[in-house]
């Protein structure tokens, strides 16, 4: 299985000007380039720093249990 190429995007997009007609297309072009672009500000926004931390660093460590009793 390969990637999809001319020959296939050319079908895909004959498919979808007999779905939606040709006056619908630019409007669902549009929208869709909305939704990518709204979704990768998102994505890019919300950044979540996952890389491990040193030793020293977990000192101050919010998820550090300091409530364990002593056995």
Known sequence: MGSIGMPEL???LV???VVFGAG???QIGENLGK???NFK???EKD???VTP???DELSG???TNTNTKPS
């Open 10 to 12: 050319m079908v895909i």
């Open 15 to 17: 498919i979808a000007l």
């Open 24 to 26: 619908k297309l630019p």
């Open 35 to 37: 939704a990518i672009r």
């Open 41 to 43: 500000s998102a994505t």
């Open 47 to 49: 950044r979540i720093d």
């Open 53 to 55: 931390k040193k030793p």
């Open 61 to 63: 460590d919010r998820f």
